[in-house]
């Protein structure tokens, strides 16, 4: 169930800035960035988890950066993924 409300919101999010912007502001951030931090979580949910953080992160205009920066962390942790998928997103 938490991974297809990983994909619900990430879908949500990337519809369009404004409800990206309401995803945001909904507080959808933290749970998300729970979700990548899990280390037990399987490859399908840090796949979609990253997929969803890619959402909530792009667009023009950009997200407002008090918003995202919580996500810096994991990022910076994801970029340096072995995952071809989590690199792509």
């Known amino acids: 169930v938490r991974e297809q409300a990983v994909w619900a919101l990430g879908n949500i999010a990337g519809d369009s800035p404004v409800c990206r912007n309401l995803v945001l502001e909904a ?4 749970p998300l960035l729970q979700q ?3 280390d037990n979580s399987r490859l399908s949910m840090l796949r979609n ?3 969803a953080l890619s959402n909530f992160c792009r667009g ?3 997200p ?3 918003l995202v920066r919580p996500s810096l962390l994991i990022l910076a942790r994801l970029i340096i993924s072995q995952d071809d998928d989590v690199l792509t997103d």
């Open 27 to 30: 507080g959808a951030m933290q």
């Open 36 to 38: 990548l931090s899990n």
């Open 49 to 51: 988890a990253t997929w």
């Open 60 to 62: 023009k205009p950009q």
């Open 64 to 66: 407002d950066f008090y």
